[in-house]
């Protein structure tokens, strides 16, 4: 029988695991404009999220419920099943080092383990965990960040501050064993004092998936997705 | 200046050109509405490659036009565009594959040739894989977004002799796939040729 644990991620800092097929991921903001950037991986590490393909078949520009997150090689990795929020930004990636410039030098020696490091950094160090590396970095989800789309000639985009609070959530279901891994580093659009909010990661068993369950009736394209990986474990 | 590079591409064909630092690449919509998928690599590394989203974020603005500056996955400006006769380029839409064609247009379209095997068949020469292959851009492609956050694939805003052009900022390769895909407006139902020309020294 599949327990279920919960983990709390401090503000600024990076976290992976790997995640079962069928379980709930809830993640919880425990702060206002709270970020958490998000790669996912499949089940052979290789296979991973395709924004462009998300977005794309689901006519999107923003990840919300009930969206189905695809990969590369046209699965489903999870489904969007519920969310506070109707915007998650997966347009303008996660931040680098220059990013924390503004805020001057810092290390450990410094700042202890308040030393503040990017979202790229910390997801790089992760991924080595796992054997992999820079280049299976990919288009992330910005979890409780929202970057507004102007209707503008080019598109223009800003993030909206004050988008999430304290205990917005977001719930995906794993649909094949997956690697999660995230950074809670600042939005890297942010332009506010360093203090990044933690998020709380719940994992738990889902219950089975009705074939008429949102994501499942929410568009072809999605129902295709999620055939695709009912296939891939048959 | 005589072209170093005059090369047309046919519809679902591609090819992996090296441009020096300095070194012009033009593009060339030959018949109109035609998506040339683009890739590009740091020549001396692979994996500092073109990244869609740090390169959105940092212009602040989603369509790529003339001043759009490249950038890598580690900030590093790959190359810019110097020239633009069309006006606006996609780069968060993607390339086809057979596998998204089976999620966008259903099992019947699986065995239709997409961009991601070209890109794996000309990049293979580099080392240029699975893994190595980022989101890309869609020269010539129109994906409006919104306020409201929808996306939406359009026909296209080019036309018959529209070009873009890129400046190399260090040597770069550039993986391209002539978009075959049949299935949306993104090539007017009618993959065509496009036509690369190149100045360097
Ligand atoms: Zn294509």
Known sequence: MPSSYHHEVPGGAAWSAPVRAGRLVTLTAQGADANAALLLFGADRLDRLNIPDTVKSQMSACVRPPMVLMSDRGLALARVVDSTLDWHDCLTGFGHDRHLRRFGPSSYAQHRNEWRRSARTGLVSELTKHGLGPADLHGCVNFFSKVAIADDPRASLTLVTGHAAAGDTVTLRTEQDVLVVLSTAPHPLSTADYAPAGVRVDVSPAPPADADDASAVFRAESARALEMTRRAQA | ?201
């Open chain 2, 1 to 201: 200046m005589t072209a170093a590079l005059d090369l047309v591409v046919a519809p679902g064909d591609g090819a992996l050109i090296t441009v020096p630092e300095g070194g012009r690449l033009r593009i060339v919509d030959l018949h109109g509405n035609q998506a040339v998928d683009t890739l590009l690599y740091d020549a001396a590394d692979i994996d500092n490659r073109y990244s869609a989203f740090d390169t959105v974020r940092e212009q602040g603005a989603v369509y790529l036009t003339t001043g759009s500056r490249l950038l890598s996955t580690a900030l590093d400006e790959l190359a810019v565009i110097t020239d633009d006769t069309c006006g606006r380029h996609d780069t968060v839409g993607g390339a086809c594959s057979q596998e998204s064609n089976v999620i966008r247009y259903g099992e019947h379209t699986r065995h239709q040739h997409a961009c991601r095997q070209t890109f794996l068949r000309y990049g293979a020469a580099k080392g240029i894989g699975q893994r190595q292959l980022g989101h890309n851009i869609n020269f010539f492609m129109n994906v409006p977004v919104d306020a409201a956050g929808t996306l939406r694939f359009d026909d296209g805003l080019s036309a018959p002799g529209k070009h873009v052009e890129l400046t190399a900022s260090r040597d770069i390769l550039v993986l391209i796939s002539n978009c075959p895909q049949l299935n949306n407006p993104c090539n007017g139902w009618n993959p065509t040729a496009v036509q690369l020309i190149g100045w360097w020294a």
